[in-house]
């Protein structure tokens, strides 16, 4: 009988944690390149995007959604770890130093860069990233798309995740009809296929993984997108009719390169829907910094003023069934660091705490509640504009030589009014706690040294005739 006892008590514990598993939420984490905060319906006619428009009338929309540094490889290691890219030594995106997207010396720098600052050529595989903590509250990780992370041995599949389906070395293909990369083994099983289109084939990809899985533990799906980025190649089919409202070629090649985007976003919707865990699925949709493109009314973007509103600014939607509110808005200024905790908080139920990280969890926002005021911080390093910080409203940015500039960002969305002289004591407080965190960053990097580090000859850009 206590034999029957035991087995009886240790069954029903096991089908007990099966169930809390299963109730665990999925999570599809949707990360768009170079996808501007304008560049939605909503915002501008002008963009086909039906599928993002009705996420967010589902969704938790943070109209102030941040980036700490506003390029492809930082972007991406802050979204998965939590820390700010510069932490890292990351402010720059990696470039290649071999043609097959490789790099043997663990940092770069540019020519051009005021600092010569060294940034590195991977993500170090002691960094701990959302796929390795989401393991310990039971889910399985797979990723498809752009890593832009370091080449084959720092691959997603060593940073936690599962699986990986098309993920090259590379920050962008070469084409979004196959072939689509120059070099490499991502996707050539489509390199005859001259009618395979990028996006749509990862889209097919995620629709089968969803369709196919089997497991009874829950799963994070993280869709990082290559597209918007550049090359801006459109799907042939659709970029006449962008023709035919008068655009020039290479706007209707980027509006058509966003609706099949947005198409994208509702076929993996559907999948969701179609399996019966649609209402069990938190989805995030986002972008990895500014557009390419004009971002108005914001000021930059991925090619000028990057630390500006239209540079730093990205889209964020939360979709998490039962908890956020349908189409709402939280004003309250955030970082795609704060993704990570959140997704623990997702994951375990409870509140998360890690003094490694700097994100913190978005939770109470999605709840309507409210979180601490803070600073946030802004790094990059390329040209003269290289940091700031953000507190409230307000917004300081600081360039290599000597210049300060300050704006009310939300009184003054387009950043034209330049209160440096007019709020001399706001600045100056602000100034002292930049500095005081570039001083706690740069204290944690790594001396560069020559036999660590490759030089990139940077040429001048070319001006347009």
């Given at each position: 009988m206590k034999h029957y006892l035991t087995i009886t008590l240790f069954f029903g514990l096991l089908f007990s944690l099966t169930l809390k598993a299963q109730n665990k939420p999925n999570i599809v984490l949707l990360f768009v390149d170079d996808y501007g905060w304008s560049d939605l319906n909503y915002r501008n006619k002008t963009f086909t995007t039906p599928n993002i428009d009705q996420l967010k009338k589902e969704s938790l929309e943070f109209t102030r959604a941040y980036v700490p540094t506003p390029t492809c490889s930082p972007s991406r290691a802050s979204i998965l770890t939590g820390k700010e890219?510069?932490?890292?030594?990351?402010?720059?995106h990696i470039k290649d130093e071999f043609p097959d997207g490789s790099n043997t010396k663990e940092f770069g720098i540019w020519s051009k860069d005021p600092a010569k600052r060294g940034s590195r050529n991977w993500l170090p595989l002691e960094e701990v990233t959302y796929a390795e903590k989401l393991k310990e509250f039971g889910y399985y990780n797979a990723f498809m798309g752009k890593w832009h992370l370091g080449h084959q041995p720092y691959h997603p599949i060593h940073q936690g995740f599962d699986e990986q389906t098309g993920t090259s070395n590379f920050g962008h293909p070469k084409n979004y009809y196959a072939p689509f990369f120059k070099n490499g083994p991502a996707l050539e099983e489509y390199k005859n296929d001259k009618d395979a289109y990028l996006t749509d084939v990862l889209t097919d990809k995620a629709v089968n993984?969803?369709?196919?899985?089997?497991?009874?533990?829950?799963?994070?799906?993280?869709?990082?997108?290559?597209?918007?980025?550049?090359?801006?190649?459109?799907?042939?089919?659709?970029?006449?009719?962008?023709?035919?409202?008068?655009?020039?070629?290479?706007?209707?090649?980027?509006?058509?390169?966003?609706?099949?985007?947005?198409?994208?976003?509702?076929?993996?919707?559907?999948?969701l829907k179609e399996k019966g865990i649609d209402d069990n699925t938190v989805i995030i949709f986002t972008s990895d910094q500014g557009g390419f493109f004009e971002n108005l009314p914001l000021a930059g973007g991925k090619r000028n003023n990057t630390?500006?509103?239209?540079?730093?600014?990205?889209?964020?939607?939360?979709?998490?069934?039962?908890?956020?509110?349908?189409?709402?808005?939280?004003?309250?200024?955030?970082?795609?660091?704060?993704?990570?905790?959140?997704?623990?908080?997702?994951?375990s139920g409870e509140k998360y705490k890690d003094n490694a990280i700097n994100g913190v969890s978005l939770m109470p926002l999605i709840q309507q509640k409210k979180i601490k005021d803070r600073n946030l911080y802004f790094f990059r390093s390329y040209e003269d504009q290289y940091a700031a910080i953000m507190t409230g409203d307000w917004k300081l940015v600081k360039y290599f030589s000597g210049k300060y500039q300050l704006f009310n960002v939300v009184d003054d969305i387009s950043e034209k009014n330049d209160l440096i002289d007019k709020e001399a004591k706001r600045a100056s407080k602000m100034k002292k706690d930049?500095?005081?965190?570039?001083?706690?960053?740069?204290?944690?990097?790594?001396?560069?040294?020559?036999?660590?580090s490759v030089f990139f000859q940077i040429p001048p850009k070319r001006k347009s005739k």
């Open positions: 890219a510069a932490r890292l030594q990351m402010p720059r993984f969803i369709n196919e899985y089997d497991k009874e533990q829950p799963f994070m799906l993280s869709l990082w997108y290559y597209t918007v980025h550049g090359p801006h190649i459109g799907r042939k089919d659709l970029i006449q009719k962008y023709l035919d409202q008068g655009m020039q070629p290479a706007y209707a090649k980027y509006h058509a390169m966003v609706e099949t985007m947005d198409a994208s976003v509702g076929v993996v919707r559907a999948a630390l500006g509103e239209g540079g730093a600014r990205v889209p964020m939607l939360i979709n998490y069934p039962g908890v956020t509110k349908v189409n709402t808005e939280c004003s309250t200024p955030i970082q795609t660091i704060d993704v990570f905790p959140t997704l623990m908080e997702i994951a930049l500095a005081a965190w570039e001083k706690e960053v740069y204290a944690g990097w790594e001396e560069v040294t020559e036999a660590n």
